[in-house]
């Protein structure tokens, strides 16, 4: 069985900031946990449900495998790990085979199948070379589309957000054609674009990101968009548009 350890701070970072993103009960159950690729002294924890995807990466001590490695963590197995980093000083220790993966933590120890299949490319998933990059207060963002998720859609929970010089707009509308708008201060000279999101998907972000300033890199109207907080290179989240 290969072997590594880490802190108890580092895997409750890696499951916190990627878990939410997880499909629930998707055919393709590959999905339906969460990616830990260990390469060099790097460890990656990825989730995706197929609109929208996070990532976040943290440093290990000392290298622990030349190669690539991969394990898929079932939802439930997830679920029971992060009740068991109730000690952040603690070292957990990840054991694992090719279907098999033993977590230690002190006296506890959790055993659990492993998600078999492949899990997709998701590098490809992250989009590059964004030409628009919008800097927002996070806070202030999460209480407005907080606001909107109050009138938006039930079904469907959509909410356009207009970027635009030096403002953020944000619109929701529901079937009874009540309408809420708010408007942000945002760090922004470019063109204007107006994007649909799922606010329910922002707001997942949003509870992820712990700095008080949000970036948002984006394209057009039709492409995925990343989202990270200001100088946090180590933490992914890309949100698919959606048709309002």
Known sequence: MRTVSLPATDLKMLLDKTSFAMAQ??????????????????ITAV????????????????????????IIIPAKTVAEIRRMLTDEEELIE????????????????????????????????IPRGLEREVIVDRESLRLA?????????????????TFENGTVRLQAQNPEHEVSEDELAA?????????????????????????????????DADSSSVWRGVECEQETFVVMPMRL
């Open 25 to 42: 009960q998707d055919v393709r159950y590959y999905l339906n946990g969460v990616l830990l690729e260990l390469s060099g002294s790097e």
């Open 94 to 125: 990840f054991r694992w085979g090719e279907r098999t993966l033993v977590v230690a933590a002190g006296v506890t120890v959790l055993t659990s199948k492993l998600v078999e299949g492949k899990y997709p490319e998701y590098r490809r998933v």
């Open 187 to 219: 760090e922004y000279d470019g063109e204007a674009v107006t994007v649909g999101f799922n606010v329910a998907y922002l707001m997942d972000v949003l509870q992820s990101v712990d700095s008080p300033r949000v970036a948002v890199n984006l394209q």
């Open 47 to 70: 989730a995706t449900d197929g609109h929208r995807l996070a990532r976040y990466v943290v440093g290990l001590e000392a290298a622990v495998s030349e190669d690539v490695q991969q």
């Open 145 to 161: 589309l907080q606001r909107a998720a109050i009138l938006s859609n039930e079904k469907y929970k959509g909410v356009k957000v």
